[in-house]
């Protein structure tokens, strides 16, 4: 098995997915793609922090925002 580095390090990862997501179109909205069998997707809000649990300024931002 791999051992797992110490530290994350970005460029072994994310230059590799950045390069597939632009080869793929993945920042481009594309209408056509939408069906009935395949809705549209959309996050209303980004998910909580790397704790996963949402806190009172979750709340507060999300009552100014709308």
């Known amino acids: ?4 580095p110490k530290a994350y390090e ?4 994310e230059d ?3 390069s597939f997501w632009e080869e793929n179109d ?3 909205a594309d209408p ?5 069998q395949r809705p549209a997707f959309s996050i209303v809000i980004p998910p909580p922090n790397v704790t996963g ?3 009172m300024g979750h709340v ?3 009552t100014i925002q709308d």
């Open 60 to 62: 507060l931002n999300n």
């Open 1 to 4: 098995m791999a051992e797992i």
């Open 32 to 36: 056509a793609r939408v069906s009935e």
């Open 10 to 13: 970005p460029q072994a990862v």
């Open 16 to 18: 590799k997915w950045y």
């Open 53 to 55: 649990v949402l806190h």
């Open 26 to 28: 993945c920042f481009t």
